[in-house]
């Protein structure tokens, strides 16, 4: 019964002193933003993705636009780097090549949305997010199909890349395009999550540089964002170890009801309720 009483002032503490790196933001705020990371990260462990989207989703509702980008920036860049490389570097590699037109597609207009982060008001910042993210996860929920018929394969990685560059140096989140991608080729489970580990991988490591330029990843923020990838990384492992473990369907079907919850926040934000 004296363990917690004595283990709460040294947490307490440990807090203080995050907070104080993070200068504008509360004990309870980054308590907060530590437990989403944490959770983000287990998501992403179990099924591949949704890590940006639960995040910035979730940090929009007490962090202004900004911070909530840059929190998300450093714990997505790090967690996709285990995720690309768990088959090893030559799968990854391989990736690239195959995946080249789409990379380069997210890279480029992620460079160029980057820029106008700062631009954009925050109103139509928040629905301009929580559109798609609703639109994307209540789609799958009611068991919509998203693939689709692909007649020019190099056509669509442009366009699906171009599209999720525009929304990615926006929000940090670029998962939805490559997901109906994806689906639309059929890719089977281990190439889907390796997919989708290199690409987030390079669109992070490029959403970084954009937003050193933009001035969005500041000292402030680069601090904060830090410090949220212990918890992300953590998430991570226990996402992974449970992995085989869960009915990936059931548990991707609740991944998407928090999502859609989500996604209609945001737009409540956006429209002032």
């Given at each position: ?9 040294i ?49 929009s ?22 995720q ?22 997210t ?14 008001p ?45 929304y ?42 954009a ?14 964002s ?48």
């Amino acid at each position: 019964m004296l363990r917690p009483i004595i283990l709460r002032p040294i947490i307490l503490r440990k807090v203080n002193i995050l907070s104080n790196l993070v200068a504008d933001l509360p004990n309870g705020l980054l308590l907060i933003a530590i437990a989403v990371t944490l959770f983000a990260g287990f998501v992403k462990g179990a099924v591949g993705f949704a890590m940006p989207m639960i995040m910035v989703s979730a940090f929009s509702s007490f962090l202004p636009p900004e911070t909530a980008l840059a929190g998300l920036i450093l714990p997505t860049l790090i967690s996709n780097l285990t995720q690309a490389f768990r088959q090893g570097f030559a799968p990854a590699w391989q990736t690239v090549i195959t995946y080249r037109r789409m990379l380069i597609a997210t890279v480029v207009f992620i460079v160029i949305s980057a820029q106008f982060v700062r631009i954009i008001p925050q109103d139509l910042f928040l629905l301009l997010l929580g559109l798609p993210i609703t639109a994307f996860a209540a789609l799958q929920l009611a068991g919509v199909g998203l693939a689709l018929r692909l007649e020019h394969r190099a056509r669509a990685e442009w366009l699906l890349g171009a599209i999720g560059g525009l929304y990615g140096g926006l929000s940090g989140v670029w998962g939805p395009p490559l997901l109906v991608y994806l689906l639309s080729i059929k890719a089977d489970k281990l190439e889907t999550v390796r997919v989708q580990g290199v690409v987030f991988l390079i669109g992070a490591a490029v959403l970084l540089m954009a937003h050193l330029h933009s001035g969005v990843m500041s000292a402030t923020t680069m601090r904060f964002s830090a410090i949220l990838v212990v918890p992300a990384m953590i998430g991570q492992s226990l996402g992974v170890a449970v992995q085989d473990r869960l009915d990936q369907l059931k548990f991707r079907r609740w991944t998407q009801i928090l999502l859609v919850l989500t996604g209609l926040n945001l737009m409540r934000r956006a429209v002032g309720l």
